[in-house]
């Protein structure tokens, strides 16, 4: 019975004194400016992406709409859930908003060089970018 009772303070002991190895995954934080989506230039738009790395919560302003999101990093692997958004009419960006926050729901990976945000769908097909602000 000893045996056991010190195995388990021993255990105990060890398992407490580790250091995690559970670190924060480095992703995409602050704000970006989108810059295209897919084939679409959105340079006379102002569409932005606001990550918040310590809720997980994305958000930002669309075409006409703003939105909200959660997301989840891993390595360079990314997700969104699906955004929910204001429903303001905007017959000049309905087309914009819908492949954005599609784009979005099918980003798979991401990059970030020298301040440009890269998403990337299953594929490894470009769907995404954004510059920092």
């Not at 105990?12 to 924060?24: A, Q, R």
């Not at 738009?45 to 997980?56: H, L, R, V």
């Not at 859930?81 to 908003?97: F, R, V």
């Amino acid at each position: 019975m000893r045996i056991v009772i010190a195995l388990v303070i021993f255990g105990l002991v060890g398992f407490t004194s580790c250091k995690s190895t559970n670190k924060k995954m480095q992703g995409p934080k602050g704000k970006y400016i989108v810059q295209s989506v897919k084939t679409d230039s959105i340079a006379d738009k102002e569409m932005t992406i606001i990550f918040n790395e310590d809720t997980g919560q994305v958000n930002g302003r669309g075409v006409c709409n703003s939105y909200s999101s959660t997301y989840v990093v891993s390595g360079e692997s990314i997700k969104f859930s699906p955004a929910i958004s204001t429903k303001m009419m905007c017959p000049e960006g309905t087309s914009l908003e819908y492949n954005f926050f599609q784009a979005l729901l099918k980003a798979n990976t991401f990059s970030i060089k020298k301040g440009k945000l890269n998403l990337y769908n299953a594929e490894n097909t470009l769907i995404l970018t954004a510059k920092d602000d």
